[in-house]
């Protein structure tokens, strides 16, 4: 029987079998929002009129036996960076309350392309930079498996409601880390696909050399088909790769690894990193070389300056990005009373409408580039982009995949970290590099770490468009971490129907 | 390398459009200084025979044909301007003063 608490996959065979309408469905899925989001607080816009008549749609299509995209009828949630026609998209922040896009963005119209009816718009940190929610402009998202921790950031919105059972399926983008922190630190599976390989067109820029848009599901398969879904070549997106889309589903399905070589990056294990975070990477790795696999430990010697020369892209990136946001066109205007100029007008509105964080990576990143600092700072970031992206190829000669922790601990305390920024950016410390490289990376929940009974990540990291290999190696290790548990790992986290 | 003063964040809030109050200059000024600390580690290893990458791809321009296609129309691109008049943006004086 088909409920909120099947797989995509699951909902999508019955959809097709006629077991379930797409209606029921989603039905079922803004009920649940209703029960349980005032805990969650996963949504900032729920298009319930939008998502039944999309859902009602596509039960007509298949009435009438017209031939169905293989996810088409499954509800989904989206991050609130994605423009997406008619509806509000605010990115978090004050500066764009209440801004309904003229358009879609190209993953939003190839969702409904697919039939896959859109919920509603999810919550995270402003502009997408943080590591919590807690920089959202329109409160914290609280994380399913413990109300008084993060779910993650920055698309924290999307990881939560896809763990909280709101949505099987949720899109997020992931400039260091923001969708496989976040997919970690709520036991779900997330992915930043290669750089190129999903289309940015209509995505709201945080730092264009770094931002990917990905899938967030509870499983492999789920993860895989909305990959496949979302991604491909757009020519409104000059930087995405033309080329065929790797093979993900066929991959996620192989459930095989013999004779992979899987990599252990020496530098992010050991010291830094919770216990209980490392003893389930450990199994994980045990239960690899028990598939077949072939365990290699190599050295990426420069990942530790990947940290500090993403702080000073980023920011100097977005410093640019954010230029857009000048009260002319759409957004936010204050202190237009007719004696002000545009400048001051557009100084007072930035003011207003940006929050501590925004406002703080805009002056860095305007610091970054300024004449006289540029080559000390954003120049000699640059330089350690290379670097990293040498590690990462010689690593690659050695392994098939790379593996890591995802994060060094387990979801903290909301509050925790929001008053000390360093203390924040160095929850992203292993998955900034792929970012810098550009390469995709898949964040593998692998059980909860006895100290606190939260969920550990495993990050799996593939070359260049070989995305399907971490879905197979991730694919081959959900199997066997199911058949150990004998229950799905969310199956361990709070009821949150009870009151 | 020298302190950031509450003037050099001035500077900066001016380049990039922000109104700040002096209290969240002082503020920036503090933070800047801690996150300046913490990230100028890059220039350890960023020596000059090390060529910098700005993007991942190593992309040439990319082309398509000059061909119209359908895009908004005038209302839909005016939909969310926060002021207009005779179907244009309306925005505040943008000369001096006179």
């Known amino acids: 029987m088909t409920s909120i608490n099947s797989t995509a996959a699951e909902m999508a065979s019955a959809l097709a079998a006629k077991e379930i309408s797409s209606v029921e469905l989603t039905q079922q899925h803004l009920d649940r929002i209703s029960a349980v989001d005032g805990k969650i607080h996963a949504f900032l816009h729920i298009d319930q009129e939008g998502a039944l008549a999309q859902a009602d749609a596509i039960d007509k299509k298949r009435a009438s036996g017209e031939k169905l995209s293989p996810l088409a009828g499954v509800p989904i949630a989206v991050k609130d960076i994605l423009a997406q026609k008619g509806i509000p998209t605010t990115a978090g922040s004050k500066i764009l309350e209440g801004w309904r896009p003229p358009y879609d963005s190209t993953v939003v119209a190839k969702l409904k392309a697919a039939g896959v009816v859109i919920l509603g718009k999810t919550n995270m940190d402003e502009f997408a930079m943080g590591s919590s929610t807690e920089n959202s402009a329109y409160g914290t998202t609280q994380n399913p498996w413990d109300l008084a921790r993060t779910p993650g950031g920055s698309s924290g919105g999307s990881a939560a409601a896809v763990a909280a059972f709101e949505a099987p399926l949720a899109i997020g983008t992931d400039t260091g880390g923001s969708i496989r922190q976040p997919a970690a630190l709520t036991g779900i599976v997330g992915v930043k696909p290669t750089y190129g390989g999903v289309s940015r067109y209509g995505v709201i820029a945080y730092s264009s050399s770094l931002d990917q848009v990905g899938p967030f599901a509870r499983t492999v398969l789920d993860t895989a088909l909305l990959h496949e879904a979302i991604a491909g070549h757009d020519e409104r997106d000059s930087t995405s790769i033309n080329a065929p889309v790797p093979q993900v589903v066929s991959a996620a399905k192989r459930l095989d690894v013999k004779g992979m070589k899987i990599g252990v990056i020496k530098e992010l294990s050991g010291s830094g990193f919770q216990a209980g975070v490392s003893a389930r990477i450990a199994e994980s790795l045990e239960l690899l070389v028990a598939a077949g696999a072939e365990i290699v430990e190599v050295s990426c010697p420069n990942f530790e300056y990947a940290l500090a020369a993403y702080y000073l892209i980023a920011p100097s990136e977005a410093s640019s990005n954010l230029a857009r946001f000048d009260s002319m066109r759409y957004g936010l205007r204050v202190g237009d009373d007719g004696s002000r100029g545009a400048e001051e007008v557009m100084s007072a509105t930035r003011e207003a409408g940006f929050g501590k964080e925004v406002k703080r990576r805009i002056i860095l990143g305007t610091y970054a580039l300024s004449s006289g600092y540029y080559d000390a700072y954003y120049g000699s970031a640059q330089k350690v982009r290379t670097l990293v992206k040498q590690d990462f190829d010689n690593a690659f000669t050695k392994a098939d995949v790379l593996v890591s922790p995802v994060t060094p601990t387990t979801a903290f305390k909301i509050g925790e970290k929001s008053n000390d920024p360093v203390a924040m950016y160095l929850s992203d410390i292993a998955t900034i590099p792929v970012n810098m490289a550009g390469i995709g990376g898949m964040s593998l929940p692998v059980g909860l770490a006895d100290e606190d009974g939260l969920p550990v990540g495993l990050q799996i990291m593939a070359p260049v468009m070989q995305d399907d290999r971490f879905y197979r190696v991730g694919g081959t290790l959900e199997a066997a971490l199911l058949s150990k548990w004998g229950k799905p790992i969310l199956s361990n986290a709070p009821d949150l129907a009870v009151k | ?98």
């Open chain 2, 1 to 98: 390398m020298a302190a950031i003063s509450r003037d050099d964040v001035a500077h900066l809030a001016k380049l990039a459009r922000i109104e700040m109050t002096p209290a969240e200059l002082d503020h920036m000024a503090t933070e800047l200084e801690q996150i300046l600390g913490a990230v100028k580690r890059v220039q350890e290893v960023a020596t000059a025979d090390i060529a910098p990458t700005s993007h991942p791809l190593s992309m040439s321009n990319v082309f398509r044909d000059d061909v119209v296609k359908p895009s908004l129309t005038n209302s839909e691109a005016l939909s969310g301007a926060p002021a207009k008049a005779d179907e244009r943006f309306k925005v505040p004086q943008i000369l001096g003063e006179e």
